[in-house]
């Protein structure tokens, strides 16, 4: 509560910043979901892929999947990006370091806005039915969301310090994508099946999606033990990130 103001003008100062320096703008919001959508569709028609059934249209399912998974890892990296952008002022100023938390947690919620506009979009297109569930989505986004942070505010002390931590989660963020059911229905049977529903991601994206397209969680005892996880991890991320960064913040100023 006491970093609100101050987290909402780093809000409006990075989120202006961000679309100054960059030409295309929000364009770079809709980029990554349609590529993918077009050449999964592409390799999925030329026989190259197959993902077997899914609930909507194939080009829909992806573009919707990679717009909730591109918001999920935003959460995580906007931790670490935040710690380190703003590394010159926490060894300077005194605030509450929650501050370029709340404010980078902002910026995911624009961000997602911005994909709202495409997953509508995509929904009129394809002549999808909404259920009326998808006004509980919200929800199991925010729980996806806090996943996210979880893993982001545990990384973030150690990322200041070392940038190995930076380039190794791009390369985990990659492979996390390929055991979440993003461009593939939900496997049944198997052991990777079993990985998949091991991730902890898992059902909290597939509810995202779930409520917005069937009307119903499909897995609801998965849904509410991932975010039993989600809750208490980050918590117990926060914490962590209190304790450790004045040390951190000492160790950057030594």
Known sequence: MASRELAWRLLVRDIN?????????????????????LGLT???????????ATAIPYPAYVMFSMALWQTFTEAVVGPIQAVAAAKPMLAKIN????AIILSQL?????????KLILIIGLFLWFKIPIAWTVI???????????????????????????????????????????????????????????????NPA?????????????????????FWLASGVAGLGLLLAWLVYRVALPFVIERMSA
Do not use: C, K, M
């Open 106 to 114: 902002g910026q995911v919620g624009f961000n997602f806005g911005i």
């Open 202 to 222: 898992t059902p909290l994206l597939s509810a995202v999606r779930d409520l917005a397209i069937l009307g119903r969680v499909t897995d609801p005892q998965s």
């Open 17 to 37: 910043t961000q679309y100054r320096q960059s030409l295309l703008g929000i364009f770079w919001a809709f980029v990554p979901p349609i590529a993918a959508a």
């Open 42 to 52: 592409l390799a999925s028609n030329a026989n190259v892929l197959n993902v077997g």
């Open 136 to 198: 509980l989505a919200p929800v199991a986004l925010l729980h996806l969301i806090a996943l996210g942070t979880a893993v982001g505010l545990l990384l973030a002390p150690i990322a200041a310090l070392y940038e190995d931590v930076t380039r190794g989660l791009t390369l985990a963020t990659g492979v996390w994508l390929f055991f979440t059911p993003v461009i593939y229905p939900l496997p049944q049977e198997g052991s990777f099946a079993q990985i998949v529903r091991l």
């Open 95 to 98: 605030f509450p370091r929650e």
